[in-house]
């Protein structure tokens, strides 16, 4: 069936660190991906959308990577800030399906 | 204003009594979802609904049922609350395209006791 699988549930940096994200995928076809991130009292929201089409996609300052040779998905922003504290989600989105599908989620703390 | 809202943000409920969440969009969405939250399972799909009247199963249905009489409102109805219910729910909308944004409420924190 349809899934993704984040394996890094939480994960800690200071202010200016590398951070790196990674995410396989399992489904039939080629499908869009997406990561939401989720702040603290809120829902999740959109962070960025990438397709077959171009294999990156990229917004406020992140950069989103997908391979389809190896169905990995990966998240990176060079240099973090302590606002970007969150829960990041990876998404599939399929056409055989009837919903996005949401990863397990990774938590990322930064610290000033 | 793109909005999706829930309410209420907040709810404790005793174990066997009835529970309803009710979201409310503003943006004409014609699809519109509820999920669960809990730690370490991300996000669960309860229900899906097309339209008003055209509602889906989603992933984990059980224990819960949905009504959407109007196309921007949706709510998620728990007869009988139980213990493994506490949770926290989300709403969301989509304009229909599965591909398309998903935009989700603030959430609503169920305890049930």
């Known amino acids: 069936g349809n899934s993704v699988t984040q394996m890094q549930g939480q994960v800690t940096l200071s202010e200016e660190e590398f951070l790196f994200i990674n995410c396989t995928y399992s489904t039939t076809g080629y499908p869009t991906l997406f990561w939401y991130v989720q702040y603290p009292g809120e829902g999740p929201q959109l962070l960025l959308k990438?397709?077959?089409?171009?294999n990156k996609g990229s917004s406020r300052g992140f950069e989103a990577t997908y391979d389809k040779g190896t169905t990995s998905f990966h998240l990176q922003k060079a240099s973090v800030q302590e606002s970007d504290s969150a829960v990041y989600y990876c998404?599939?989105?399929?056409?055989?399906?009837?919903?996005?599908?949401f990863g397990t989620g990774t938590t990322v703390s930064v610290s000033p | 204003d793109m909005k999706v809202t829930q309410m209420p943000r907040y709810l404790i409920k005793r174990m066997g009594e009835n529970v309803l969440l009710e979201c409310g969009q503003d943006m004409s969405h014609e699809t519109m979802y509820w999920y669960r939250q809990d730690p370490g399972l991300g996000l669960q799909l309860i229900y899906i609904?097309?339209?008003?009247?055209?509602?889906s199963e989603g992933d984990i249905p059980k224990g819960y049922r949905v009504s959407r009489k109007k196309r921007e409102h949706f709510s998620l109805i728990l007869d009988s609350a139980k213990t493994n219910q506490t949770s926290v729910y989300f709403c969301a909308s989509s304009s229909g395209d599965r591909q398309n944004t998903l935009y989700f409420g603030a959430g609503t924190r169920l305890s049930v006791l």
């Open positions: 609904s097309y339209d008003v009247d055209s509602n």
């Open positions: 998404v599939l989105g399929d056409q055989g399906g009837r919903a996005l599908i």
């Open positions: 990438v397709t077959t089409a171009n």
